[in-house]
């Protein structure tokens, strides 16, 4: 049978490779004294609250089960666009909002909406894998720009102007990053965005982990610059409902009438179950829960990062959002003989029973030093994992 050329062109999501290893080995030491602790997957271990889980056997049990419009529920259009009232100070139409079957199928669709082939994507490296392949499928060219800890990982004016070409279509940025958990400082996303805009060209930028800012310099939506950026969000970090699959993406109201033609064609509409459920993360008894998981998610951060840099697996820059810790270890590679992050992500696997992520994952540019830690675990289990760490590398 033969396979499309195209998939030549994707590589394999190594997290989920690497996620597959650990599930092997954790299955080997599931009854030994250390069972496998799992800071590899960038998935809260918070579940939606109880109003939303209601939601959605209310929905169950009321037949409201059937396709809705591609562009999602109008009710729920409305209640994201007045949380971007009273969170950010942000007036989105309802309008400009197209609800879609996760984070993912709404940047496919911008993707898809927006790029023609071989036109070029901008984005910082390191960043989330699955962006370049969002552009590849859309027949669009992935360039990838290093990024220091001195840029925040991030993607600069100054870098995006020297390194336009007649055929570059625009950016595709993550503030807060995933694998970093850092962000562009707000008076260089204006930069970045004059720039992008003087050439003709589009801002797309993921902000699903925007929920999770930690820092008030930096939880301000991008949505704020004007109404020609394209903003993809989701309910699976903030909103907890990674497996629910359901996400959204706000664009200027031709571009999201694009999108709906695409939507649905492509996906009909997003899981009405998982729709009717999401209207109840809106209600403030959710709210304020997600408030109070933010906050835990704050103290994961506070007391894992200065354990990691205290046994030599040095942080760059302190995370201000998400639930990563981006971490070089190429003095723990160098203390043990071990090659790059690929070999001691497995030895930390083998020898420590804790599953992290390679930096391959996320780009070339030097991410051979360098791993991801998800903290979206437990506290005891981020305490154990310390402890497990300091013995193996002391």
Known sequence: MRIASLIERIEPF???????????????VAHT???????????PDFTAPPLVQEAAARAIRDGATQYTQATGLEPLRERISQWYRDRFKVDVSPKRIVVTAGASAALQLACLALIERGERILMPDPSYPCNCHFVTVA?????????????RYQLTAAKIEELWTGNTRGVLLASPSNPTGTSIHPDELRRIHDVVSRRGGVTMIDEIYLGLSYEDTFGHSALALDDQVISINSFSKYFNMTGWRLGWVVAPEPVALAIEKLAQNLFICPSAIAQHAALACFEPGSLAEYERRRSEFKARRD??????QAMGLDVPVIPDGAFYAWADCSRACEKLGIKDSWDFTFEVMKRAHVAVTPGRDFGVAETGHFIRFSTANSMAQLRESAARLRAMLA
């Open 14 to 28: 190594y997290v989920m490779e690497v996620a597959k290893a650990a599930s092997r080995l954790a299955r080997e």
């Open 33 to 43: 004294d250390r069972p496998m602790i799992f800071l590899n997957i960038g998935e």
């Open 139 to 151: 027949q669009g060219e992935p360039v990838r720009i290093p990024a220091t800890a001195a840029e």
């Open 303 to 308: 007391f894992f990062i200065p354990e990691l």
